[in-house]
């Protein structure tokens, strides 16, 4: 057997984040709820971001943060809180993991099946913040 010594991953397309930005900043401005967004890569660089005029400046870094998240393990923020409530040793743990999120509002980005980013907003509640993202995700045709 062969083992390659490189890999190559696929990444979203700055046309792409502008697709999920536009359908974001949409959302949010017809919500009339000021919002950060945030889209990186596989890696969790940031690739697009964007704070509307009076989103809290908390939600600067809980955006990307979420954005990271689901990009890190592949699935949406708010699907932790299922994932970890009834394990207490990993509640109790992974909780303090640097800039992990585990409620809603961050997506991983999927094109045919295959993850090129992640998507976190930030700024509501987040319900909101699910919803914006959801409707980002939608504007791309990802939905």
């Known amino acids: 057997m062969i083992v390659a010594k490189t890999l190559t991953v696929q990444t ?3 046309e792409l984040a502008d697709e999920l930005m536009a359908g974001a900043m949409a959302k949010a401005s017809e ?3 000021p919002m950060c967004i945030a889209l990186c890569d596989p890696a969790g ?3 697009q971001f964007r704070r509307m005029d009076h989103a809290p ?3 600067v870094q809980i955006a990307q943060d979420k954005a990271y998240t689901a990009v890190s393990f592949g699935m949406a923020t708010h699907e932790w809180h ?3 409530k009834n394990d207490p040793p990993l509640l109790d743990g992974i909780v303090h993991t ?3 999120v585990v409620f809603g509002g961050g997506y991983p980005v999927k094109v045919d099946g295959v993850m090129v980013g992640g998507i976190g907003v930030s700024g509501g509640h987040y ?3 699910m919803e914006v993202a959801q409707a980002a995700l939608a504007a791309a045709g990802l939905a």
Do not use: A, E, W
Request: hydrophobic fraction near 50%; avoid cysteine; charged fraction near 15%.
């Open 82 to 84: 299922d994932f970890i």
């Open 127 to 129: 319900s909101h913040d």
């Open 12 to 14: 979203m397309s700055n």
């Open 98 to 100: 640097p800039r992990l």
């Open 31 to 33: 919500m009339q709820v």
């Open 57 to 59: 400046l908390l939600s």
């Open 45 to 47: 660089t940031l690739v």
